[in-house]
């Protein structure tokens, strides 16, 4: 699954993997560690051959659901039916996520995920929210069944892009699943608060 995650990268490590125009809704993006649900997180979509960037609001509450849906399964994307229909393939630049091991005390150890490399991308949908007024874009990430790192830990993961797969998932919304080579460390309970942030998160436990 996916519940936090950060985005600590400057914007010119977006530049250096996509060489197309784009459009940056901040002249500067701040570092952040701990990003939770129904905050903003930014984003990509293409336009008009160009790729513009902006805050979307993670998560919908649709009017049917007590809980916000944070997430979405790629296998039930890939229908095109229900609830996911009208929704749009979009991205979003990560520089990894976390996930929570359930331990015998009933505590909880947080695990840091991420790939050898500086940024990388996770799929996600969006769409516009007419619920809240003015409206404003809503965005869920994608997941697949886990993979051989993440399974000891949960049974799903999100679904990532490679650079060279961003364009073909934008205009076609067809991403095969992968199972990138991440590597996971346990870090210290700092980042179990959503409300704290920083480069604290990411020390070791």
Known sequence: MCGRFAQTY????IVAQLPETMVFQEP???PRWNIGPGTQVQAGI???NTWRWGRMFWGIRPDWM????LNAT???WKNRRGYWVNWKPCVIPVCGFYEWERKEDGSKQPWLFRPHTPIFFLAGLWCWDESIQPRHAAVVLLTQPAGPIM??????QPLTLSADQLND???SGSAPPKNPEFFAR???????????????CWLPA
């Open 28 to 30: 500067q993006h701040e």
């Open 151 to 156: 399974a000891p830990i949960h049974h799903r």
């Open 46 to 48: 293409r336009h008009d």
């Open 10 to 13: 400057s914007k010119d490590l």
């Open 186 to 200: 346990r870090v210290n309970t700092w980042v179990n608060r959503i409300g704290q942030d920083g480069p604290d």
């Open 66 to 69: 007590k809980k916000t849906l």
């Open 74 to 76: 790629y296998e039930k």
């Open 169 to 171: 998932w934008i205009l």
